[in-house]
C-alpha cells in the first residue's frame, strides 16, 4: 500500500517529468526529460551514497519496474552506465508516448522509494528537492519592480 509520502514523490515525479517533457512532448522528449531528471538525481545522492551506491538502486529500479515496462528492459553490459542510460534512452524513445511517460515516471518513483527505504524518507526529501520541485511562480508585483 502506497504511503503518503510514496504518494508525495509519484505526483511531484510526474509534474516534473511532464514539465521538463515540454507542451507536446513525443517519446523521444519523455526519454530526454526522464534522463534529466535522472541525472541530476544522481549528482544530488552521489557524496551521500557514492556512485556505486546511486548506480546499484538504480538497477535495481530498472529491474523491478522492467516487469511491468518491457520497453525498460535492458539487454547487454549493464555494468556500463553510459551504455545502459543510452539504451534506456533508445527504448522509451522507441516507444509510444504514454508508454514512454508511464515508464519513465513508474521508474523514477521505484528509484526514489528504493531510496527511501535505504536512507529514510526525510532525508531523501531533502536530497531531492531541489530536483522534485519548482520554483515559486513570479507574482505580478515582483513582475513589475
Not at 103 to 114: I, Q, R, S
Request: charged fraction near 15%.
Amino acid at each position: 500500500m502506497p504511503t503518503l509520502k510514496s504518494d508525495f514523490y509519484s505526483e511531484a515525479i510526474r509534474r516534473v517529468l511532464i514539465s521538463r517533457a515540454g507542451t507536446a512532448p513525443d517519446a523521444g522528449m519523455v526519454a530526454e526529460a526522464t534522463l534529466n531528471i535522472w541525472r541530476q538525481m544522481a549528482a544530488w545522492l552521489a557524496p551521500i551514497i557514492g556512485i556505486r551506491g546511486v548506480e546499484v538502486l538504480f538497477s535495481r529500479a530498472l529491474q523491478l519496474t522492467s516487469r511491468a515496462f518491457p520497453c525498460l528492459v535492458i539487454t547487454g553490459d549493464q555494468g556500463d552506465s553510459a551504455a545502459l542510460l543510452a539504451s534506456l534512452k533508445a527504448n522509451l524513445a522507441a516507444s509510444a508516448t504514454n508508454d514512454a511517460m508511464e515508464a519513465g515516471h513508474a521508474l523514477l518513483v521505484t528509484f526514489t522509494e528504493l531510496l527511501s527505504t535505504l536512507i529514510g524518507e526525510s532525508l531523501t526529501s531533502r536530497l531531492l528537492s531541489p530536483v522534485l520541485t519548482f520554483p515559486s511562480p513570479i507574482s505580478e508585483q515582483e513582475t513589475e519592480l
